[in-house]
């Protein structure tokens, strides 16, 4: 099992917890085919809309990949974005500021915020442990 963070709007986030789904730098397949079934996401949401929202910077939902590869899914007829299926678990948004000196994946704690700039990334079993716990989630 692995373990992966993906930056996402709040709005964004909503429309996928709702539709059991999530997309990725901008619907591209490339690191979603990365995540296998059974893997677990931590979502971080750094603004309420992509371009135009307020800034947020909490953890806001944790879920687990329930299928195997990704799929293709017409927004528009010239938007077709990948996703992949998500059961996603109880959580409770927790602000990141208060995590930032425990998670090992932040390495220059001054500019906490460049690796979320990846979109979705993989991090360490303990990183994740210590965000599912700060947000309440009970993970097997």
Do not use: C
């Amino acid at each position: 099992m692995k373990y992966w963070l993906n930056t996402i709007s709040l709005e964004r986030l909503q429309i996928g917890i709702a539709g059991g789904f999530t997309q990725a730098n901008h619907g591209r397949a490339m690191n979603l085919a990365r995540l296998a079934q059974g893997d677990l996401i931590a979502f971080y949401s750094p603004r309420t809309r992509m371009e135009d929202g307020e800034p947020l910077q909490p953890f806001t939902a944790i879920g687990r990949v329930n299928d195997e590869q990704p799929y293709q899914v017409e927004m528009t007829p010239t938007f077709h974005p990948w996703r992949r299926s998500v059961d996603f678990l109880s959580s409770e948004a927790v602000p990141i500021r208060p995590l930032i000196d425990a998670l090992d994946f932040i390495e220059d704690k001054r500019h906490w915020g460049f690796p979320f700039r990846r979109g979705l990334f993989e991090i360490s079993g303990k990183d994740f442990q210590r965000i599912a716990a700060a947000m309440h989630s009970e993970i097997d």
